[in-house]
Structure formats: structure tokens, C-alpha cells
């Protein structure tokens, strides 16, 4: 392109960019209503230059819990189904798990008989499929799991499971100098892969829960062993300290759909200046799945309450979203 | 301003765009030799697209280790200076400090002596001294005292000790689309509360050594408290860990100054395609410090060896610096 077309184009932009007044509605997902309005009331108030709300670019952190958030957890997290999926291609190396639990049972396809074990029993699991790799190893058997495994109703690809209104809320932010991170109980290696392509969100914009890992020469070349114990454990209070530790800032706005995310929101809240606090609430057993203060493994129950204390956002599913995945997929 | 006038500028900046032959030197610090040209070579190669050795902006990540790199580490490194006025401010407190090792040493102002401990004494001192308050009270401490320390040989602030030529680089790479993060075995709580200022790298691309953090309400209110547990020790073999944790790529650059540093850029220097590896060598009595191979605190050895047969830049501060500091501090 020659400078006079750059300059034409530049040009063009510009007067786009001059006339907000235009610009199509960021949320089109979204029903009109309070909670779409809470979202853009918020987004234009931190952006303000001049009003007292006003934040500066570099304070404008916003973080989403994954699973329920951004994407589908029903009827189980899906790193549940890798894992599934990991003891299965793992078990001719171990012919013993026939009759050790929790393998045996997860080998007979029953995955709740296994979980009947308890964290002990879930940790693990955890730890025979996810470690006892590199890191580059790890990597790659994370893309390649998730570029073909399927949601066991839907038949869909799991990175098609995810939440437009909530993608539409990611590029809302980020169109409006906002960097958004994911900061999910889920492990922190398990997202990175494709979380970039799925949500926009780079790797270094990634917190979760880990393992420790070990620097090593092999052969001269070096490597990132995974070792099978935990290193951190990145939900409920781990939250905000997982959010310390990595970006070593306080969001402004918080995003989360369980009581797991109930102390990032806290910590987001409880900052001054402008704050957004939301809860996906899922209300939508017609579209998508209806649990909430009940549920075993993402119960939203204290948050409810403490959302309604503190004037926080709550989506009803059903209600707010005109649409929950991703059209065509 | 008006439209048309943005227009304007906008094509003038298309134009200055357009001729980078007539931009002024990004590396005025530095005398032209291989050093220098090493650094313009591989960011033209990285950053020039269609190229074999193109790297997509995303990937552009640099890591620099920070004390000896960025900044002066003599005749101790800046933390330890924080240690010791800390012991002293908090002296007054503990009566006990006055007969007990390490503390009585640093009291009587003989830090030798007190790090004659080893590193238990030390892992001691940095535990009194940076723990058992909330992140917020620690980040304050830390922000007022490095207003205001002085370095003990040249009477400047500490944040005037940084390296001109090195902050050169760091605009450098940034302008040619880099994430710059520092990566440090000095404390990550206490790099953040300055850095962004003085290098211009946000908290979120810092990464160093850590203690544990507990999430609390305290009246209602979220605090994170500092623990006095060792979390994270971001040296050697702990950085590309550090690495891997927080930005979950490999970096293609990174920049250090002793053996601590070495296994990032073994890390670095490892990955395909564009790599760059520099050490910063200390050989200038006159202008700085002159040490290597016998340093006690900050020794590069081995890694000498390897930047010479692997090729790496190794940076002569006494040829390659026009100037060590920025002038007029």
C-alpha cells in the first residue's frame, strides 16, 4: 500500500472513530435490561476522561473465572473429561488401575463412582494424568485433546461451548483499554493452550491452579519437568492471591458464576474508585443448565446474598442473554 | 482537534513512518561495536516481516533480570539496604535484636558480619523485615523508602542507579512491539511498587521471588497478608520456572549479568527460530564496579564460558557504554 492509500484509509478511521454515537451496540447478545445497562454504564464511567470515575489505562483489570463463566461446566469442568480421557489412553501402561480406584471405576465409564473419593481421590487423578511430563510435552497433549473432544450432550467442540455474551463483554472491555485475564480454579497449563484463540486472552494473562515444576538439562537442552504436587491452588481465597501474585494489581472489575469467585469479587469490590462486580447466574435449564445454591461441585449460594447486599450484578441466563453460544456452532 | 487536522498529523506520521533509514539512533548510550549492532541485527530480523526469522508480535517476549542488569548491585544489592534500614526502624520494637544474631550485627551497622550467617540468617532477616503485613501497608513501606534511600558510594537515589543504556534497550524492543517483563531472584513485591515508574514495566510483567499470601476479612474487608514462608525463590533454575509460571511463553530474548541468570538464558536460547541472549559484564572499576568470576554475591562463571561458545553478546560495560547512568542524575 502507498502512503497516500495508508493516509485515505487513516482518514476513513478516523471519522469512524469520531462518531461514537454511531457505533453499533457492543452487547448484541445481551437483552436490553439492568444488567446489560450495569455493564456499559460501568465501561463509560472508568473511561471518562475528566469524570471522577475516571481510571487510567493501565488500572483497567478485569478478571473472569473460566468454567461456568466463560465457558459451559455441566454436567461436569471439562478438565474432568481429560482427565476421563487421560486415564483411558494412559491405561495400558498401567494395568493395575483395572482394580484400583478411583481408576477402575472411571475405566467402567463411572466417572461420579470415582469422585466418590473426594479431593484425595481428585488430586490424584489430577496428578497421574496432568504430570510426570515437560511442559512442551503437556502443551501439545492439550491441543491435541482440545481440538477434538466433545461435549457429551451437545456433540459440540468444547471451545464451542463457550458464552458469547460473555466474548462480547471481553472485546467490549479490551476495545475500551480494559486487559482482561482469566483467573479460574481450573489448571493454569490446562487453559493456556487455547485460550488465546478461544477468548483473545494471551497465556501471560492467564492465572489457575498449578504444579510445581522443575528446570532440568536434558542432553544439554533444557526443560520444565511437571511434577506431580500441587504448587498453588487458585480458587476461593486463592483467587485474589493467585491475582496478587501474577498481576500484582487489583482488577476494577470482576467476573464469576459460583461462591468460588465469591473473595475475587470482594477483593475487586472493595477497592476505591470505579468498581464492577458480576455473577453470571444460571437460571436456564431450557438452553443451557439451571443450578445454583444446591449445587455440589459450583454452588452459588453465600454470592447470591452478598450480591444482592452489595448491589452487584446478577445475569439471569435466561433472561439477560438473547443468545448463549456462539451462532453457527 | 478537528477531523482534518488529525488527518494531517496522521499523514505526517505515515511518512516519518515510512522513512526508518533517517530515524535517529534507538541506542545513543551506546558505542557502536558487534555489542550494539548485535541488538539492532536481531530486532530487524525478528520484526522484519516475510522474513525466516520474522517472530509474530504476540511472541516478542523479553526477560531481564534486574539487579546487575537494570540496576547497580554494589557494593550490595538495593534490598539488602532495605533490609537494613527496616531492622533499624523496627529495632525499637524488639529489645532482643540488640543481643541477637543477625540482628545485633546489622544494629551495630556491620552488615558483614550479619550475613556472615549464610543464608538461613539472611532468609531470616528478609522474613522480619518484609512480612507480617498486609500487601497494601508492605507496598507503602516500600514506596516511601525508596523515595528517599541513597546509594551508600555515590549519595544518588537508587531508582538514578539504573542503567541508561539498558533502559535504551527496553524502549527499543517496546517500540518494536516486545512485552518487556523483568525476571529477578530479588522480591517481586518489592521491584512492582517502582518499576513501572522506572522502566516503565507494569506490575503484571514483573516477576520475582515471593512469600506466602493468605486472603482475610478484617472487619469486613478483604486483606492479603504477607506470611513469613518462603513461596518462591526466582534464581537460577527458579527463573525459567518463574518464567513458564507467570508468562507462560518462552521468551526470545533475555538479558542478565551472572550465573544466576544463566539457565534463562539457556531457557531462552533454546526455543526455535529468532533468539537473543546478552550478559552485561561488569569490567569497569572507573565508571561502576569491575567483578566476575570470584564475585561472591552475584558470580558470572560458567556463564562466560557458555556466552562464548554459544555465541551470546557479552557486554563490555567499559567499551560498549558511552554512559552508565542517566545524565544529569
Known sequence: MKPMAIALSTVLFVFTFALPALAADPLPSWNDGPAKQSIITFVEKATKAGSPDFVPVPERIATFDNDGTLWCEKPLPVQL???LDRVKALAPQHPEWQTTEPFASIL?????????????????LVMVTHTGNTTVEFEK???????????????????????????????????NGFKTFIV????????????????????????????????????????????PEVNFNDDKGGKPVGIHQHIGRRPIAAFGNSDGDLQMLQYTGAGSGARFCLYVHHDDAARE?????KDHLAKLDQGLDEAAAKGWTVVSMKNDWKTVHPAGK
Open 141 to 175: 497433549i492439550v491441543k491435541d485433546w482440545i481440538a477434538t473432544a466433545k461435549h457429551p450432550k451437545t456433540g459440540k467442540l468444547y471451545t464451542e461451548m463457550v458464552y458469547q455474551p460473555m466474548l462480547e463483554v471481553l472485546s467490549y472491555l479490551r476495545a
Open 184 to 227: 479460574s480454579g481450573g489448571g493454569i497449563e490446562f487453559m493456556r493452550p487455547w485460550a488465546e484463540k478461544t477468548y483473545g486472552i494471551p497465556p501471560e494473562q492467564v492465572v489457575g491452579s498449578s504444579v510445581k515444576t522443575k528446570f532440568e538439562l536434558r542432553d544439554g537442552q533444557p526443560v520444565l519437568v511437571r511434577l
Open 81 to 83: 473429561y481429560f482427565v
Open 289 to 293: 443448565y439451571a443450578y445454583d445454591r
Open 108 to 124: 467402567k465409564g463411572d466417572l461420579n463412582a470415582a469422585l466418590a473419593g473426594g479431593e484425595r481421590a481428585l488430586v490424584e
